[in-house]
Protein backbone atom coordinates (compact mmCIF):
# COMPACT_ATOMS: atom_id res chain seq x y z
CA UNK A 1 0.00 0.00 0.00
CA UNK A 2 1.23 3.32 -1.02
CA UNK A 3 2.13 5.90 1.63
CA UNK A 4 3.39 9.26 1.57
CA UNK A 5 5.40 11.40 4.19
CA UNK A 6 6.14 14.67 4.45
CA UNK A 7 8.86 16.22 6.61
CA UNK A 8 9.20 18.15 8.66
CA UNK A 9 5.45 18.95 9.52
CA UNK A 10 5.75 22.42 10.44
CA UNK A 11 8.77 24.90 9.18
CA UNK A 12 9.25 28.32 10.44
CA UNK A 13 12.08 30.43 8.41
CA UNK A 14 13.02 34.08 8.33
CA UNK A 15 12.69 35.72 5.28
CA UNK A 16 15.14 35.46 2.30
CA UNK A 17 16.16 31.97 3.49
CA UNK A 18 16.72 29.04 0.96
CA UNK A 19 14.54 25.53 2.47
CA UNK A 20 13.67 22.31 1.65
CA UNK A 21 10.87 20.68 2.26
CA UNK A 22 11.03 16.57 1.63
CA UNK A 23 8.94 14.00 0.45
CA UNK A 24 8.80 9.95 0.81
CA UNK A 25 6.47 7.39 -0.66
CA UNK A 26 6.59 3.74 0.58
CA UNK A 27 6.16 2.00 -3.33
CA UNK A 28 8.63 3.55 -5.77
CA UNK A 29 6.36 2.16 -9.05
CA UNK A 30 4.21 5.89 -9.54
CA UNK A 31 3.32 7.58 -12.41
CA UNK A 32 4.12 11.10 -11.30
CA UNK A 33 4.11 13.34 -8.74
CA UNK A 34 2.78 16.70 -8.13
CA UNK A 35 3.54 19.45 -5.51
CA UNK A 36 0.86 21.66 -3.78
CA UNK A 37 0.23 24.28 -2.60
CA UNK A 38 -2.67 25.76 0.14
CA UNK A 39 -3.62 28.44 1.69
CA UNK A 40 -6.02 28.51 5.01
CA UNK A 41 -9.43 27.47 3.73
CA UNK A 42 -8.68 27.48 0.27
CA UNK A 43 -8.22 24.74 -2.34
CA UNK A 44 -4.92 23.50 -3.82
CA UNK A 45 -2.69 25.08 -5.93
CA UNK A 46 -0.52 22.88 -8.42
CA UNK A 47 3.10 24.25 -8.33
CA UNK A 48 5.08 21.28 -10.25
CA UNK A 49 4.26 18.14 -11.99
CA UNK A 50 7.23 15.54 -12.33
CA UNK A 51 6.87 12.79 -14.10
CA UNK A 52 8.28 9.19 -13.76
CA UNK A 53 10.74 9.27 -16.87
CA UNK A 54 11.61 12.89 -15.29
CA UNK A 55 14.02 14.04 -12.17
CA UNK A 56 13.14 17.40 -11.89
CA UNK A 57 11.29 20.32 -12.68
CA UNK A 58 11.75 24.21 -11.75
CA UNK A 59 9.09 27.08 -12.33
CA UNK A 60 10.52 30.60 -10.93
CA UNK A 61 12.00 29.88 -7.43
CA UNK A 62 10.88 26.59 -7.26
CA UNK A 63 12.81 23.50 -7.86
CA UNK A 64 11.56 20.11 -7.49
CA UNK A 65 13.19 16.82 -7.87
CA UNK A 66 12.33 12.99 -8.07
CA UNK A 67 14.54 10.02 -6.95
CA UNK A 68 12.10 7.23 -7.85
CA UNK A 69 14.68 4.63 -6.67
CA UNK A 70 14.76 6.05 -3.02
CA UNK A 71 11.13 7.04 -2.99
CA UNK A 72 11.91 10.12 -2.40
CA UNK A 73 10.91 14.09 -3.43
CA UNK A 74 12.17 17.21 -2.52
CA UNK A 75 10.85 20.80 -2.79
CA UNK A 76 13.53 23.49 -3.01
CA UNK A 77 12.02 27.06 -2.34
CA UNK A 78 15.07 29.90 -3.33
CA UNK A 79 14.93 33.18 -1.23
CA UNK A 80 11.79 32.62 0.61
CA UNK A 81 9.15 35.12 1.00
CA UNK A 82 6.07 35.77 3.67
CA UNK A 83 3.87 35.69 0.71
CA UNK A 84 5.44 31.65 0.46
CA UNK A 85 3.81 31.51 3.76
CA UNK A 86 1.10 27.93 3.36
CA UNK A 87 0.90 24.45 3.64
CA UNK A 88 2.74 22.36 0.59
CA UNK A 89 1.41 19.01 -0.38
CA UNK A 90 3.37 16.30 -2.08
CA UNK A 91 0.84 13.84 -4.14
CA UNK A 92 1.77 10.86 -5.86
CA UNK A 93 -0.04 8.77 -9.00
CA UNK A 94 1.03 5.33 -8.33
CA UNK A 95 -0.93 4.14 -11.63
CA UNK A 96 -4.27 4.27 -12.29
CA UNK A 97 -6.54 6.88 -10.90
CA UNK A 98 -5.89 7.19 -7.57
CA UNK A 99 -3.79 10.21 -5.92
CA UNK A 100 -2.22 9.95 -2.32
CA UNK A 101 -1.27 13.07 -0.80
CA UNK A 102 0.90 13.41 2.37
CA UNK A 103 -0.40 15.60 5.45
CA UNK A 104 1.51 18.05 4.18
CA UNK A 105 4.30 20.56 5.39
CA UNK A 106 3.36 24.16 7.20
CA UNK A 107 5.34 26.49 6.36
CA UNK A 108 5.80 30.25 8.14
CA UNK A 109 8.53 32.89 6.69
CA UNK A 110 8.67 35.60 8.63
CA UNK A 111 9.62 39.24 7.66
CA UNK B 1 -9.91 31.11 -18.17
CA UNK B 2 -12.69 29.97 -15.44
CA UNK B 3 -11.36 27.36 -12.98
CA UNK B 4 -12.99 24.78 -10.74
CA UNK B 5 -16.05 26.15 -9.17
CA UNK B 6 -17.83 23.77 -6.01
CA UNK B 7 -20.89 24.86 -4.68
CA UNK B 8 -21.78 25.88 -1.96
CA UNK B 9 -18.87 26.97 -0.23
CA UNK B 10 -20.31 25.74 3.06
CA UNK B 11 -23.02 23.63 4.13
CA UNK B 12 -24.01 22.93 7.35
CA UNK B 13 -26.93 20.68 8.15
CA UNK B 14 -28.41 18.04 10.94
CA UNK B 15 -27.32 14.49 11.09
CA UNK B 16 -29.45 12.00 8.98
CA UNK B 17 -29.92 14.44 7.04
CA UNK B 18 -29.43 14.55 2.66
CA UNK B 19 -26.71 16.75 1.43
CA UNK B 20 -25.82 17.27 -2.43
CA UNK B 21 -22.18 18.86 -3.33
CA UNK B 22 -21.80 20.45 -6.31
CA UNK B 23 -18.31 21.06 -8.63
CA UNK B 24 -18.42 22.12 -12.34
CA UNK B 25 -15.10 21.18 -13.95
CA UNK B 26 -12.30 23.59 -16.39
CA UNK B 27 -14.65 23.50 -19.70
CA UNK B 28 -12.66 20.80 -21.72
CA UNK B 29 -11.55 18.52 -18.48
CA UNK B 30 -12.75 15.08 -18.98
CA UNK B 31 -11.06 13.69 -15.64
CA UNK B 32 -12.73 14.57 -12.56
CA UNK B 33 -11.79 13.87 -9.22
CA UNK B 34 -13.55 14.00 -5.51
CA UNK B 35 -11.52 14.25 -2.44
CA UNK B 36 -12.13 14.78 0.59
CA UNK B 37 -9.77 16.59 3.48
CA UNK B 38 -10.04 16.31 7.30
CA UNK B 39 -8.28 19.49 9.91
CA UNK B 40 -4.53 18.32 9.29
CA UNK B 41 -4.60 16.01 6.63
CA UNK B 42 -3.72 15.67 3.11
CA UNK B 43 -6.81 15.24 0.52
CA UNK B 44 -8.21 11.75 0.54
CA UNK B 45 -9.65 9.90 -2.62
CA UNK B 46 -13.26 9.13 -3.34
CA UNK B 47 -13.89 8.63 -6.53
CA UNK B 48 -12.65 9.54 -10.55
CA UNK B 49 -14.77 10.17 -13.42
CA UNK B 50 -13.68 9.79 -16.97
CA UNK B 51 -16.34 11.45 -19.10
CA UNK B 52 -19.69 10.13 -17.55
CA UNK B 53 -18.32 7.21 -16.20
CA UNK B 54 -16.58 6.44 -12.49
CA UNK B 55 -14.05 4.73 -13.09
CA UNK B 56 -12.78 4.61 -10.11
CA UNK B 57 -15.31 4.86 -7.24
CA UNK B 58 -13.05 2.61 -3.98
CA UNK B 59 -12.46 5.69 -2.28
CA UNK B 60 -15.83 5.96 -1.68
CA UNK B 61 -16.31 5.52 2.03
CA UNK B 62 -19.51 3.45 2.06
CA UNK B 63 -23.07 3.10 0.37
CA UNK B 64 -24.66 6.32 2.32
CA UNK B 65 -22.03 7.72 -0.29
CA UNK B 66 -22.70 8.43 -4.21
CA UNK B 67 -21.60 10.78 -7.17
CA UNK B 68 -22.67 11.13 -10.26
CA UNK B 69 -21.59 12.97 -13.75
CA UNK B 70 -24.68 12.52 -16.12
CA UNK B 71 -23.20 14.85 -19.00
CA UNK B 72 -19.55 14.62 -18.59
CA UNK B 73 -19.22 17.86 -17.17
CA UNK B 74 -21.20 18.85 -13.95
CA UNK B 75 -20.61 16.23 -11.14
CA UNK B 76 -22.70 15.95 -7.83
CA UNK B 77 -21.64 14.44 -4.37
CA UNK B 78 -24.17 12.87 -2.95
CA UNK B 79 -24.10 12.12 1.04
CA UNK B 80 -27.29 10.18 2.50
CA UNK B 81 -27.97 9.86 6.42
CA UNK B 82 -25.25 12.15 6.82
CA UNK B 83 -23.24 11.69 9.76
CA UNK B 84 -21.12 14.32 12.33
CA UNK B 85 -17.72 11.68 10.88
CA UNK B 86 -18.78 13.17 7.18
CA UNK B 87 -17.66 16.49 8.44
CA UNK B 88 -14.76 17.89 5.96
CA UNK B 89 -13.87 19.64 3.10
CA UNK B 90 -15.09 18.21 -0.03
CA UNK B 91 -12.45 19.02 -2.98
CA UNK B 92 -12.96 18.69 -6.59
CA UNK B 93 -10.68 18.80 -8.96
CA UNK B 94 -10.54 18.39 -13.06
CA UNK B 95 -7.77 17.61 -15.42
CA UNK B 96 -7.59 16.97 -19.33
CA UNK B 97 -7.42 13.38 -19.14
CA UNK B 98 -7.00 10.81 -16.38
CA UNK B 99 -3.28 9.95 -17.37
CA UNK B 100 -0.57 12.60 -16.81
CA UNK B 101 -1.72 16.00 -16.70
CA UNK B 102 -1.97 18.52 -13.98
CA UNK B 103 -5.17 18.41 -11.37
CA UNK B 104 -6.63 21.59 -10.87
CA UNK B 105 -8.47 22.28 -7.62
CA UNK B 106 -11.67 23.89 -6.59
CA UNK B 107 -12.10 26.12 -3.36
CA UNK B 108 -13.93 22.93 -1.66
CA UNK B 109 -17.31 22.23 0.45
CA UNK B 110 -17.05 22.43 3.92
CA UNK B 111 -19.23 19.97 4.96
CA UNK B 112 -20.63 20.66 8.90
CA UNK B 113 -22.79 17.78 10.34
CA UNK B 114 -24.32 18.75 14.01
Known amino acids: KQEVTQIPAALSVPEGENLVLNCSFT??????LQWFRQDPGKGLTSLLL?????REQTSGRLNASLDKSSGRSTLYIAASQPGDSATYLCAVRPGGFKTIFGAGTRLFVKA | GAGVSQTPSNKVTEKGKYVELRCDPISGHTALYWYRQSLGQGPEFLIY????????DSGLPNDRFFAVRPEGSVSTLKIQRTERGDSAVYLC????????????FGPGTRLTVT
Open chain 1, 50 to 54: IQSSQ
Open chain 2, 49 to 56: FQGTGAAD
Open chain 1, 27 to 32: DSAIYN
Open chain 2, 93 to 104: ASSEDGSSYEQY
